[in-house]
């Protein structure tokens, strides 16, 4: 039922910056996860936010370095990016929680197409 449309990736250097959206359609307001697929890796666990903004939740490669966050007055979940490193290229999805462990790609349900981060050094 649900739409994601994930955007704001981009090619930058090594420490540098970028914040991805993900858009919601309708007004329905979703737990929300981000994860990312490097080329030949499976989906990994990057960052959750609860509908309400209670609970976040980070992996810690990324813990102290990346922000979510959301804005539900346009249901848009953000993910600032900081510190950027080599190894966080992927393509990053938004997918919305259905129930189980938040750090698992299976208890999400819808996903957004994704949008690439590259980061060279």
């Known amino acids: 039922q649900v739409q994601l449309a994930e955007s704001g990736g981009g090619s930058v250097q090594t420490g540098g910056s970028l914040r991805l959206s993900c858009t919601a359609s309708?007004?329905?307001?979703?737990?929300t996860g981000w994860f990312r697929q490097a080329s030949g890796q499976e989906r990994e666990f990057v960052a959750y936010v609860s509908s309400d903004s209670r609970t976040t939740y980070y992996h810690d490669s990324v813990r102290g370095r990346f922000t979510i966050s959301r804005d539900n007055a346009v249901n848009t979940v953000y993910l600032q990016m900081s510190s950027l490193k080599p190894e966080d290229t992927a393509v990053y999805h938004c997918?919305?929680?259905?129930?189980?462990?938040?750090?698992?790609?299976?208890?999400?349900?819808?996903w957004g197409q994704g949008t690439q981060v590259t980061v060279s050094s």
């Open positions: 997918g919305t929680f259905n129930w189980g462990r938040t750090y698992e790609a299976g208890a999400y349900g819808n």
């Open positions: 309708g007004r329905t307001l979703y737990n």
